[in-house]
């Protein structure tokens, strides 16, 4: 089974503190991806990764950066935390392809429910 | 860029009822999957779906993608049926998600 893990469930920050939040994924999987969810929105991709090093702007990248160090690892980074990004955040991996085809199968970690005060 | 409705947003159902769930999305997709996230916040793959059904179990899943819609059904539901739905469409690029923003269902014993 594809097992992604993240670093904390719960978190409380100060605002204007820096926030790491660590995402592993124990599967080799290709890609990665940082979403956030909030009630009636959904969830939306913050920032995503096709390989070591990579990384591409989601639909709100504002206020977050990312790193992609090793395969495995995917880090979101609020450089200054604010009271606006309280929110779940929730990491993705997917494999990319599987047996030469596309996949689009999405595996999603626990989600770590971040409050800034 | 693509636009994803869900209806109802809220669904209180009674244990063995069934349902139904849709997605309308804004423009022709190339496909679209199904989630599931339970009450503790867990989000699992329940359908990709690009076009036609699909039956898992008590659950199955119809996307009409020249109507721009899909359908989820639930067949006597189960309290563990409770949580939130999201339907998403793939983007025109990547492998990566436009997520509607969910239906909550809760079924009482």
């Known amino acids: 089974d594809v097992k992604v893990t993240q670093s904390s469930r719960y978190l409380v920050k100060r605002t204007g503190e820096k926030v790491f939040l660590e995402c592993v994924q124990d599967?080799?999987?290709?890609?990665m991806f940082w979403y956030r969810q909030d009630p009636g929105l959904g969830l939306r991709l913050i920032y995503f990764?096709?390989?070591?090093?990579?990384?591409e702007k989601g639909d709100i990248p504002e206020g977050y950066s990312v790193s992609r160090e090793k395969k495995e690892r995917f880090s979101l980074i609020l450089e200054s935390a604010s009271t606006n990004q309280t929110s779940m955040y929730l990491c993705?991996?997917?494999?990319?392809?599987?047996?030469?085809?596309?996949?689009?199968?999405?595996?999603f970690g626990p989600g770590t429910r971040l409050t800034v005060t | 860029g693509i636009q994803v409705e869900q209806s109802p947003p809220d669904l209180i159902l009674q244990e063995g009822a069934n349902s139904t769930l849709r997605c309308n999305f804004s423009?022709?997709?190339?496909?679209l999957q199904w989630f599931h996230q339970n009450p503790w916040g867990q989000l699992i793959n329940l359908f990709y779906?690009?076009?036609g059904t699909k039956q898992n179990g008590r659950l199955s899943a119809t996307t009409v993608a020249t109507e721009r819609y899909s359908l989820l059904y639930i067949s006597s539901s189960q309290t563990t049926d409770s949580g939130v739905y999201f339907c998403?469409?793939?983007?025109?690029?990547?492998?990566?998600?436009?997520f509607g923003p969910g239906t909550r269902l809760s079924v009482l014993p």
């Open positions: 993705a991996s997917n494999p990319g392809t599987v047996a030469g085809e596309i996949s689009y199968e999405q595996y």
């Open positions: 990764s096709y390989d070591v090093k990579m990384k």
């Open positions: 599967m080799d999987h290709e890609n």
């Open positions: 998403a469409s793939l983007r025109d690029y990547g492998q990566n998600f436009v």
């Open positions: 423009d022709s997709v190339n496909n």
């Open positions: 779906i690009p076009s």
